[in-house]
């Protein structure tokens, strides 16, 4: 709930937050003033800003790692996303890869191959 001010109240400001007044804390004024009120405006909060996570579409999977999360084995996979250098990589559980199931066949069947020519 907000106070009631009204144009004209005397009010005192705390000093909790205040990070510019010196001396020792327990010496400090817990508040200043009485300060009167000029005028009274009331702060819309801003609107609400949506933040888009995804980089983009899967250019395609660079690498395969397995990692152990909670005491469980888990495979991630280095995506590469359209557009994007390398920098924006992430490594990503199989579920998280947008279109996976393509991405994640064409990179098994380079792998194999790749495992076949050495």
Excluded: C
Aim: hydrophobic share 30%; glycine share 6%; aromatic share 6%.
């Amino acid at each position: 709930m907000e106070p009631d001010f009204k144009e004209g109240d005397q009010v005192l400001v705390s000093t909790l937050n205040f990070n510019n007044l010196k001396g020792p804390k327990k010496m400090r004024d817990s508040f200043v003033g009485p300060f009167t009120i000029i005028k009274r405006k009331i702060l819309t909060p801003p609107g609400i800003v949506e933040v888009e996570d995804s980089p983009g579409p899967v250019s395609k999977i660079i690498r395969a790692r397995k990692i152990r999360i909670n005491g469980k084995d888990q495979r991630q996979y280095l995506v590469r996303f359209k557009n994007q250098t390398a920098d924006k990589d992430k490594w990503l559980v199989e579920d998280s890869i947008p279109d996976g199931n393509l991405h994640l066949r064409s990179f098994r069947a380079s792998r194999r191959t790749e495992e076949s020519h050495q």
